[in-house]
């Protein structure tokens, strides 16, 4: 059964992102037409997968995901709120306030706007990187309500453009962001299990603890190469880098417990979006981890 009391399922090409994004070897409506055959409701996108923020242009884009069959349920920005030059962080809030307006253009009402930290520059104090980070969150709500949009800040890793790996890419930094800022209808967690993996920290126990505040998921694995250990790939900071020795894979065949994940999940009723976000060895692998969500999704739901 589909209705809106159980999680929908988006997909977004993480194994074209490059193409997409940066090269420009592949457009936006290219990757739409691609995805009409994957068992998805959604296609999640990011920033900078768009070519203009022209109405005109938004409109085709939102008409082809229509036409193909999707809707849009959230929009992957990635805010700079840890700059130490104050004009920066400036401009990184215009931006996404950007993007807060162009994310209610393409997925209407409800739809997530992901807000991150900022990078971990050496020369910001942790006190005075949440400052900052709390400042610009806190004066964010008051405009994604008047869009009616949710801003869902991600335990992540690194963009691609940044040079600094996530300010909060830790638990302990990532909860003191999000618990100091109280709202809850227009603001939440965009929770990925693979990102705590590459973290160093547990995914379920920080699934637990948010687990009242999500507003959005990524659905991804990671495996370990033959011989690798996760001892082996921490560094002194306590943090995993992006090791060849960790892989993407198959959604639930790598080191994440979606059994464990979708008991929580369903332990709060979450029925908003799940979004697999991998697919890097192809089309097939995406889809594949779809199907496995898709039956997740049965398994926990439909009762």
Known sequence: ????????????????IEDIAFKRTMSLFDWIAMAKTLPAEGLELYEGFLTSHDDAYLDAVGEAIADAGFAMP??????????????????????????????RRLGGPGAT???????????????????????????????AKAHDVVLGMENHYKDGAWRYPEFAQKQEVFLRIVN????????????????????????????????????????????????????????????LGYSPKLRHGVTGRGLNDYHAIFRILREVNYARWISIEDGMNGMDEMR????????????????
């Open 1 to 16: 059964m589909m209705s809106g009391t159980i999680p929908r399922l988006a997909a977004f090409p993480k194994c074209y």
């Open 74 to 103: 959230m929009m992957c920005c990635s805010p700079d709120f840890t700059h130490p030059d104050p004009n920066a962080r400036q401009r990184a809030f215009e931006h996404e306030v950007e993007m807060i307006r162009i994310t």
């Open 113 to 143: 706007c992901r807000v991150l930290s900022g990078q971990r520059y050496p020369e910001v104090p942790t006190e005075q990187g949440i400052e900052w980070v709390v400042d610009a969150i806190t004066r964010l709500i008051p405009i």
């Open 180 to 239: 100091a800022i109280p709202e809850r209808r227009h603001f939440g967690v965009q929770y990925d299990p693979s990102n705590a993996i590459v973290a160093g920290d547990d995914p379920i126990a920080l699934l637990r603890e948010v687990k009242d505040r999500l507003v959005s998921m990524h659905a991804s694995d990671r495996y370990l190469a033959d011989g690798a250990t996760l001892d082996e790939l921490r560094q002194s900071d306590g943090t």
């Open 288 to 303: 594949e981890s779809l199907e496995f969500l898709g039956h997740m999704r049965r398994l926990y739901f439909d009762r």
